[in-house]
């Protein structure tokens, strides 16, 4: 199993960026394929936001994120970061990254996709 923690979270005022960083410590006998974004507002089904693919950096967006919110990795550090910019309290809401070990030419944003997790860090946009 594969132990991921993020970080990053805060309080940022409306229109303000941040950027999420998931690290993902992966074994010689366990590694991931894909790593994606989701967030969890308050009395709100968990939403899948943003993937990437680790092998050939295919990425996908959720629509309600698109053309604010960057995915990217660091293989070397073992990282993938979600640049978060033209933030909303809409935007509220416990971030999660979760990792795939099944082999796939793209990367979900599906929960059920999704084994391993990360313990979550809290955005708050307000003013």
């Known amino acids: 199993q594969l132990r991921l923690v993020e970080s990053g979270g805060g309080l940022v005022q409306p229109g303000g960026s941040l950027t999420l960083s998931c690290a993902a410590s992966?074994?010689?006998?366990?590694?991931?394929?894909?790593i994606a974004w989701f967030r969890q507002a308050p009395g709100k089904e968990r939403e899948g936001i943003s993937c990437?693919?680790?092998?050939?950096?295919?990425?996908y967006y959720a629509q309600s994120i698109k053309d604010r919110f960057t995915i990217s990795r660091d293989n070397a550090k073992d990282t993938v970061s979600l640049h978060m910019s033209g933030l909303k309290p809409d935007d509220n809401a416990v971030y999660y990254c979760?990792?795939?070990?099944?082999?796939?030419?793209?990367?979900?944003?599906?929960?059920?996709?999704?084994?391993?997790w990360g313990q979550g860090t809290q955005v708050t946009v307000s003013s």
């Open positions: 979760a990792a795939s070990t099944v082999a796939a030419h793209k990367c979900s944003i599906f929960t059920m996709a999704y084994r391993d």
């Open positions: 992966s074994g010689p006998t366990t590694d991931y394929f894909t």
């Open positions: 990437i693919n680790k092998r050939n950096n295919y990425t």
